[in-house]
Antibody, heavy 112, light 114 residues
Framework: EVQLVESGGGLVQPGRSLRLSCAAS????????MHWVRQAPGKGLEWVSG????????GYADSVKGRFTISRDNAKNSLYLQMNSLRAEDTALYYC?????WGQGTLVTVSS | DVVMTQSPLSLPVTLGQPASISCRSSQSLVYSDGNTYLNWFQQRPGQSPRRLIY???NRDSGVPDRFSGSGSGTDFTLKISRVEAEDVGVYYCMQGTHWPPRFTFGPGTKVDIK
C-alpha cells in the first residue's frame, strides 16, 4: 500500500523553527518528485515546495522562499521541510504529496 | 507566475443532475514535451485531497466514470455527469506544467447538494 506519513508539527512561537518529516512506503521513493502542500484553517490548498527525484530541481512558493528548505533522503525514503522564521500566517495543515497520493497532514500552529 | 482561476466558487447541485467546473490559467499549460499538466483534485469534508484527473482528461484508478476532464491550452473543465451525495466537497484544479519553479492550485469550487 502506498503511504505517506507526516510528522513534526506542533505549536511554535513566531520567529522559531520547526522541521517536518514525511515517511514514504509502498512505492519506489526515488522515482518521484515530492511536494509539500498546506491548508490554512478554512482555506484552500497552497503549494509550498517541491523537489525532484534527485534533488536537482527545487521550488518554493513566494510566501516561504528564503525561510523554508525542502530536502529528501532517498536512502531513508523520507522528505523533509525545514521551516525557519515562522509567522502566524504559516499556521496550517501541512501535507506531503506525491502526484497521486497525499498523507493525512501534520498541523503547524504558530502563536505566542 | 501562473495564476489559476475557477468558476463558480460555489456550486449547489441537485442529486442526479450534472455539474461543471471551469478552470483557467493565465498562461498556456502545454509543456515542451507536448503534454498538458493540469490535474483535478477532490477534497471531501475532513479528508485529505485526492487526485481525480491528471493531464487534463485521464481518470485516476478507482475514480468513477461520471467524472470527466477536458480542455486545452488555458481553459479546462471538470464535469460530473450525475452528482451523487459522496461528491460533496471542494474541487481544485492544479497546474504542474510550470514546475519547476512551482505548482499552482486554483481557489477551489465548493460543491454541495441543494
Amino acid at each position: 500500500e502506498v503511504q505517506l506519513v507526516e510528522s513534526g508539527g506542533g505549536l511554535v512561537q513566531p520567529g522559531r523553527s520547526l522541521r517536518l518529516s514525511c515517511a514514504a512506503s509502498g512505492f519506489t521513493f526515488d522515482d518521484y518528485a515530492m511536494h509539500w502542500v498546506r491548508q490554512a484553517p478554512g482555506k484552500g490548498l497552497e503549494w509550498v515546495s517541491g523537489i525532484s527525484w534527485n534533488s536537482g530541481s527545487i521550488g518554493y512558493a513566494d510566501s516561504v522562499k528564503g525561510r523554508f528548505t525542502i530536502s529528501r533522503d532517498n536512502a531513508k525514503n523520507s522528505l523533509y521541510l525545514q521551516m525557519n522564521s515562522l509567522r502566524a500566517e504559516d499556521t496550517a495543515l501541512y501535507y506531503c504529496a506525491k502526484d497521486d497520493t497525499w498523507g493525512q497532514g501534520t498541523l503547524v500552529t504558530v502563536s505566542s | 507566475d501562473v495564476v489559476m482561476t475557477q468558476s463558480p466558487l460555489s456550486l449547489p447541485v441537485t442529486l442526479g443532475q450534472p455539474a461543471s467546473i471551469s478552470c483557467r490559467s493565465s498562461q498556456s499549460l502545454v509543456y515542451s514535451d507536448g503534454n498538458t499538466y493540469l490535474n483535478w483534485f477532490q477534497q471531501r469534508p475532513g479528508q485529505s485531497p485526492r487526485r481525480l484527473i491528471y493531464k487534463v482528461s485521464n481518470r485516476d484508478s478507482g475514480v468513477p466514470d461520471r467524472f470527466s476532464g477536458s480542455g486545452s491550452g488555458t481553459d479546462f473543465t471538470l464535469k460530473i455527469s450525475r452528482v451523487e451525495a459522496e461528491d460533496v466537497g471542494v474541487y481544485y484544479c492544479m497546474q504542474g506544467t510550470h514546475w519547476p519553479p512551482r505548482f499552482t492550485f486554483g481557489p477551489g469550487t465548493k460543491v454541495d447538494i441543494k
